[in-house]
């Protein structure tokens, strides 16, 4: 069994809290991360750090090939998609 730590934190009057270094650290959050509460009807509260959205993910890989041809990737998109759409028509 894991072993139990508490951490105490001071709210200020615009309702902020600092998370202490050493749940930032165990969350793997930093600066500008975003968090989310889940409350508990225990009235205990829970914090973990928010997944990343397609939209906050975009960009952070860099391409194989660059530059990028975007008209090349939607020829090849709409291949596919004829081939599933086809191959849907077929069964």
């Given amino acids: 069994m894991t072993e139990s730590k508490e951490y105490i934190a001071t ?3 615009k309702g902020q809290v600092t998370i ?3 749940v930032r650290e165990q969350l793997g959050i930093s600066a500008q991360d975003r968090v989310i509460f889940r409350m508990g ?3 205990s509260v829970m914090i973990e750090p928010l997944p ?3 939209e906050e993910a975009f960009g952070s890989v860099a391409p194989l090939n660059r530059p990028e041809n975007f ?3 939607q020829r090849i998109a709409r291949e596919e998609r004829e081939l599933k759409w086809l191959d849907k028509l077929s069964r």
């Fill in 41 to 43: 009807k225990d009235r």
């Fill in 71 to 73: 008209d090349e990737i």
């Fill in 52 to 54: 990343m959205t397609l």
């Fill in 20 to 22: 202490p270094a050493a």
């Fill in 11 to 13: 709210v200020t009057s």
